[in-house]
């Protein structure tokens, strides 16, 4: 069966600390994704990489970086944490582009809380 | 620009009856998909249901039917005969031929038994 596996489901951290989310995925899959999810804002894409070593910028990367080292996993940074990055965040992988209907398999969440 | 809305903060239904969820979209693209995902209180994002632009049938899964109005730029998802772990948020989401997917706000669904 499809995994994606975030390596924390809560974390509480301080504002101005680095904080560092994984992400692993067991599918081989080329493309991977970070969304943060806000109520009423439905989820918002921050960075993808579609190959290691390779990342783009989605709908809201500042004050964020990301890091793929290897196929299989995908880092979210924030490197000084604020208060406003308190939030859902979503990780996801899928196949190559246009390869029909395969959608993104995400993984469980990990609910950040920036005090 | 490309967006997707979805205009039903919070829907109820009772048990075993069907439910449709509201998705309109914008794209000047030919090409692109619609996907359904719910989302459980737990979390995690489930995918339910697939709908193709050049596809001529409304996709089907199960208890899951896309009513596909291209003209009206409408997916709206039908789910017959309600059960309680249908409760959930779902959301409609657009893949535009760049790949990435954009998403609704989504919909809150409680089913009362």
């Known amino acids: 069966d499809v995994k994606v596996t975030q390596s924390s489901r809560y974390l509480v951290k301080r504002t101005g600390e680095k904080v560092f989310l994984e992400c692993v995925q067991d599918m081989d899959h080329e493309n991977m994704f970070w969304y943060r999810q806000d109520p009423g804002l439905g989820l918002r894409l921050i960075y993808f990489?579609?190959?290691?070593?390779m990342k783009e910028k989605g709908d809201i990367p500042e004050g964020y970086s990301v890091s793929r080292e290897k196929k299989e996993r995908f880092s979210l940074i924030l490197e000084s944490a604020s208060t406003n990055q308190t939030s859902m965040y979503l990780c996801?992988?899928?196949?190559?582009w246009g390869r029909g209907g395969q959608p993104q398999h995400f993984g469980d969440g990990t609910r950040l809380s920036i005090l | 620009a490309q967006k997707i809305t979805q205009t039903q903060p919070g829907m109820f239904v009772q048990e075993k009856e069907a439910v449709t969820l509201d998705c309109t979209y914008d794209?000047?693209?030919?090409?692109?998909?619609l996907f359904w995902y719910k989302q459980p209180s737990s979390g995690e994002m489930i995918f339910l249901i697939y709908q193709g632009s050049y596809d001529q049938q409304n996709a089907t899964e199960g208890r899951y039917s896309l009513n596909f109005q291209k003209a009206r730029k409408s997916a709206n998802l039908v789910i017959s005969a309600s059960q309680l772990g249908d409760s959930a948020m779902y959301f409609c989401a657009m893949r535009s031929n760049t790949g990435k997917l954009i998403f609704g706000q989504g919909t809150t669904l409680q089913v009362k038994p």
């Open positions: 990489s579609y190959d290691v070593k």
């Open positions: 996801a992988s899928s196949t190559p």
């Open positions: 794209t000047s693209d030919p090409s692109y998909g």
